[in-house]
C-alpha cells in the first residue's frame, strides 16, 4: 500500500526526468569544430525532433554562440 502511494507520488517527478533526457525535446545537438551552426539529430527523429532541432539552429545562430566559443578559443584567451 505505501508502495503504491509512494509511486503515485514520485509520477509526476519521474515525467519530468523522462522528458528531460528525451531526444525529442532537444531535437539534435551541435558539432563543435566547425566553422559555421551544424545541428546533428538522432538517426530516428520524428517530426517533433526535427522540428526542435530546427529550433536549437535559430537559439544558437541567434545567441551567437559561435562567436562566443569563438573568442573563448581565441589567441588571447588561452
Known amino acids: ?3 503504491k502511494i509512494g509511486v503515485l ?4 517527478v519521474l ?3 523522462m522528458k528531460k533526457f ?3 525535446e532537444y531535437g539534435g545537438a551541435p558539432f563543435l569544430g566547425v566553422d559555421g551552426i551544424c545541428i ?3 538517426g ?3 517530426a517533433k525532433a526535427f522540428k526542435n532541432a530546427i529550433k536549437q539552429t535559430k ?3 541567434e545567441s551567437n554562440v559561435l562567436k562566443e566559443i569563438k573568442n573563448q ?3 588571447e584567451n588561452i
Not at 9 to 12: A, C, D, G, I, T
Open 40 to 42: 546533428k539529430a538522432h
Open 44 to 46: 530516428s527523429s520524428d
Open 9 to 12: 507520488l514520485l509520477k509526476p
Open 22 to 24: 528525451d531526444y525529442k
Open 1 to 3: 500500500m505505501i508502495s
Open 15 to 17: 515525467k519530468n526526468v
Open 73 to 75: 578559443f581565441s589567441s
Open 59 to 61: 537559439i544558437f545562430y
